[in-house]
């Protein structure tokens, strides 16, 4: 819900993930993109990614206007978060969880709200 109206009431946002390969292979990359408008995207901004070409169509299918040049490589040390007009951030942080023993766990994300 706080993602939704950020969203509508923003004039440009940016994302920072950390591996560009992942989070497209997650639900969050379906998420987000789809509750965001395409037109306020200022940019992408990920630390690893192994396969770039593969990432960046999974993003171009969910926004078709997100060209490659808005997709770029930094040094960014957030799992994931979104960035709204410089004001407010909504940060994912991963805990891992052990589910059955030591060598099966998950990542489950938890989010807050920055203001700036």
Same mark, same amino acid.
């Given at each position: 819900?706080?993602?939704?109206?950020?969203?509508?009431?923003?004039?440009?946002?940016?994302?920072?993930?950390?591996?560009?390969?992942?989070?497209?292979?997650?639900?969050?990359?379906?998420?987000?993109?789809?509750?965001?408008?395409?037109?306020?995207?200022?940019?992408?901004?990920?630390?690893?990614?192994?396969?770039?070409?593969?990432?960046?169509?999974?993003?171009?299918?969910?926004?078709?206007?997100?060209? =490659? #040049?808005? $997709? @770029?490589?930094?040094?960014? !040390?957030?799992?994931?978060? /979104?960035? &709204?007009?410089?004001?407010?951030?909504?940060?994912?942080?991963? =805990? #891992?969880? $052990? @589910?059955?023993?030591?060598? !099966?766990?998950?990542?489950? /994300?938890? &989010?807050?709200?920055?203001?700036?």
């Amino acid at each position: 819900m706080l993602l939704r109206y950020f969203a509508e009431e923003c004039e440009n946002f940016q994302i920072y993930v950390y591996h560009l390969d992942d989070w497209t292979k997650s639900e969050w990359c379906g998420r987000v993109l789809s509750i965001l408008n395409s037109k306020k995207l200022s940019m992408i901004r990920y630390t690893e990614c192994y396969n770039f070409k593969k990432a960046l169509s999974v993003i171009q299918r969910t926004m078709p206007e997100c060209s =490659k #040049d808005k $997709v @770029i490589q930094t040094k960014e !040390t957030s799992y994931l978060s /979104v960035a &709204f007009d410089e004001k407010y951030i909504i940060i994912g942080v991963p =805990k #891992d969880v $052990v @589910i059955i023993d030591n060598n !099966t766990h998950i990542h489950k /994300v938890e &989010f807050y709200l920055q203001v700036m």
